[in-house]
T-cell receptor
Framework: DAGITQSPRHKVTETGTPVTLRCHQTENHRYMYWYRQDPGHGLRLIHYSYGVKDTDKGEVSDGYSVSRSKTEDFLLTLESATSSQTSVYFC??????????FGPGTRLTVT | KNEVEQSPQNLTAQEGEFITINCSYSVGISALHWLQQHPGGGIVSLFMLSSGKKKHGRLIATINIQEKHSSLHITASHPRDSAVYICAVSPGGTSYGKLTFGQGTILTVHP
């Protein structure tokens, strides 16, 4: 599992509330990614990071922000959760130029 | 049209059958990945390849760069192979590790 953990693993929240998901790695890899997985859409990139304080947008970044204040942690924040953000969220790291390892996922339900 | 297309979307087999899952892509790539996801589970990388063929146990992955096509074969299928198989590509010229995913193939192997 390349030392990747995600927290929480499950969360139910109400529309309009802020939510922060955490991805933690133990091996100091530089590149980290947040994806969401939805039926009919597969996995889609939300944001990624190529170093501390260096982040960029992915395909579906609207409504999400990220922060990376230290190498091991990559945080994904939903400032005001909406029902369309109900999804399974996966964090990943790049171990080599193209090889990625995925975290266990966080199932988020917005009611 | 998606940049990465998989077929079939659903596949049912009897234990012992030879299984093929196909992936076609429309962009230049640096690498192609095959991933496996068990129900409710995390995502595991099976293969990463940029040419030719790779084999791991009963799994074989091939790629034809000229035709922009890859196949994942499972020999002597077993119920524990039941999972979603996802094809993903690292588009050529993109930054480190950004992946574009197919929608996945749901494989069910009956005993």
């Amino acid at each position: 599992d390349a030392g990747i953990t995600q927290s929480p693993r499950h969360k139910v929240t109400e529309t309009g509330t802020p939510v922060t998901l955490r991805c933690h790695q133990t091996e100091n890899h530089r590149y980290m990614y947040w994806y969401r997985q939805d039926p009919g859409h597969g996995l889609r990139l939300i944001h990624y990071s190529y170093g501390v304080k260096d982040t960029d947008k992915g395909e579906v970044s609207d409504g999400y922000s990220v922060s990376r204040s230290k190498t091991e942690d990559f945080l994904l924040t939903l400032e005001s959760a909406t029902s369309s953000q109900t999804s399974v969220y996966f964090c990943a790291i790049s171990v080599t130029a193209y090889e990625q390892y995925f975290g266990p996922g966080t199932r988020l339900t917005v009611t | 049209k998606n940049e990465v297309e998989q077929s079939p979307q659903n596949l049912t087999a009897q234990e012992g059958e030879f299984i093929t899952i196909n992936c076609s892509y429309s962009v230049g790539i640096s690498a192609l990945h095959w991933l496996q996801q068990h129900p409710g589970g995390g995502i595991v990388s099976l293969f990463m390849l940029s040419s030719g063929k790779k084999k791991h146990g009963r799994l074989i992955a091939t790629i034809n760069i000229q035709e922009k096509h890859s196949s994942l074969h499972i020999t002597a299928s077993h119920p524990r192979d039941s999972a979603v198989y996802i094809c993903a590509v690292s588009p050529g010229g993109t930054s480190y590790g950004k992946l574009t995913f197919g929608q996945g193939t749901i494989l069910t192997v009956h005993p």
